[in-house]
């Protein structure tokens, strides 16, 4: 995978894990969140790793010749792969040696050729093959024999970081596919809201507000007005007929 597209995952996850470091303060106790939150935390650090792992990915021609050149040749630095005569800590004597890892601070790795076995060492303490013509009386290998234990050491070390980073891309799509699994389930999880009692009903007869208690699609009723009139027309009756009655008393009275 190129870096570029390295790149730009990685700050897709930093983004997601903004997103859900915000969903984890209204919900701090969700452990999907958390569980998602750690996950993704991981992914960067293998996307990061990756990254460099790409950049530092030397190519196999350039450590062919590298090798070829820097046998028995002083180098302006030492570097993983190349041979010299290393000191054994055991016994302060030099021997035929790879350099297997160099380190910030100066160390390095090596391993004995003729041995097999593997040691710490100072950079400084480095020689190389030609110093003065002398070698150690128990380096027995030929340069041939030098060349393809380089060339095998170079093998195996693309081996297991090819190796590696086939793990840390599988581990990154499985995040992606975690990150969009959380995602689908917080979309369903805002899909269903609760109807508010000022939305549309949906009959078309209804009205917006009206009929709170399950009603609301329901048409207006006619029969109200009715009620009201029949009221109006028994009060108006009982008032004619008391008019009427104060009339007939009058009448009599006049009388």
Known sequence: ???????SNLQGYQIQLQQVEAALTTEPDNEELLKLKKDL?????????LIKASADKPSTSGATE??????????????????????WSEDGQYYEALIEEVTPDGQCTVNF??????DVADIESLRPLTNEGQLSESATKSRKQILQAQKEYKKKKAQKKAQRMKQMEEEREKEKNKWHSFNTKALNKKGHIKKSIFASPDNINGRVGIGTC?????????????????????????????????AVRGHHSSR
């Open 1 to 7: 995978m190129a870096g570029e597209d390295l790149s």
């Open 41 to 49: 935390q991981e992914v960067i650090l293998l996307t990061t790793d």
């Open 66 to 87: 590298g090798s070829s050149s820097n046998y028995g040749i002083p180098s302006r630095g030492w570097k993983g792969g190349d041979a010299c005569l290393a000191p």
């Open 113 to 118: 050729v003729a041995y097999g076995n593997t």
């Open 214 to 246: 399950g009603i609301g699609g329901r048409p207006m009723t006619e029969f109200q007005q009715q009620e009201k009139w029949r009221k109006g027309a028994q009060s108006g009756g009982a008032l004619g007929n008391m008019k009427t009655a104060t």
